[in-house]
C-alpha cells in the first residue's frame, strides 16, 4: 500500500482552501476549463488521503465525494430501511446495497453530518431529504442515491461537513506521516 509522506500532506492542506473556493464557485454556476482541470488535480490529492493506494473512488467525479460512517434511515413508499453510508457528497450518497430497492426509486433520507465548531467541538446536524436511486449492485454492494431538490442551505451544510472531514483527515495524516 503506498504511504502518504508529511510532504504530500502538506502539499494537500496548502490546496485544500483553493479546492473549497473551486468547488464552491463550481456548485454556484460553473468553472473555467484550467479551473477544473486544477479543481480535479486537487481531488485526486484528497482522495489519497482517504486511501492511498487509490483502489477506490478513481472514476470522474462532477462533485467531491469523500467517505462518510453515518447510519442513515430511509423510506421507499411505506417500507423502512436502515443502511451505512458509505460516501457522500453534495449530489449523492452511496449506501450498502438493498436488494429491495430499485433504480428510479424515490427515497426519503435522513442521516446526520458533523462540522466542526471551535477547535475542539463539534455539532452534529440532521439532514433530512429525498433521493432518486440511480444505481444498485449486490456485486459490489452499493447502492447510489442521487439528492432530489436539495434546499441550498442542505448542500451547503454537507459541503462544510465534507470539508470540515477533510481536515480532520489531514490532521489524522500528519500524526501518521
Not at 502518504?4 to 460553473?30: F, H, N, P, Y
Not at 430501511?81 to 452511496?94: A, E, K, R
Not at 447502492?143 to 441550498?152: A, D, N, P
Amino acid at each position: 500500500m503506498a504511504r502518504l509522506t508529511r510532504k504530500m500532506v502538506s502539499t494537500i492542506r496548502k490546496q485544500l482552501a483553493k479546492l473549497k473556493e473551486l468547488d464552491l464557485k463550481k456548485m454556484a454556476g460553473g468553472i473555467s476549463h484550467s479551473e477544473k482541470k486544477q479543481w480535479s488535480q486537487y481531488y485526486v490529492g484528497i482522495l489519497k488521503l482517504f486511501d492511498p493506494s487509490q483502489t477506490r473512488m478513481v472514476e470522474e467525479r462532477d462533485t467531491i465525494r469523500i467517505p462518510m460512517n453515518t447510519e442513515v434511515l430511509y423510506q421507499i413508499d411505506k417500507k423502512k430501511f436502515s443502511s451505512t453510508c458509505w460516501d457522500l457528497s453534495v449530489s449523492g450518497i452511496g449506501l450498502a446495497y438493498n436488494s429491495d430497492v430499485s433504480v428510479n426509486d424515490v427515497v426519503a433520507l435522513r442521516f446526520q453530518v458533523t462540522t466542526s465548531k471551535l477547535k475542539f467541538f463539534e455539532d452534529v446536524h440532521d439532514v433530512n431529504c429525498e433521493g432518486i436511486v440511480k444505481w444498485s449492485s449486490s456485486n459490489d454492494n452499493r447502492t447510489g442515491i442521487e439528492f432530489h431538490k436539495l434546499e441550498e442551505d442542505v448542500k451547503m451544510l454537507i459541503h462544510r461537513s465534507l470539508f470540515d472531514e477533510i481536515e480532520r483527515q489531514i490532521k489524522r495524516a500528519l500524526k501518521w506521516a
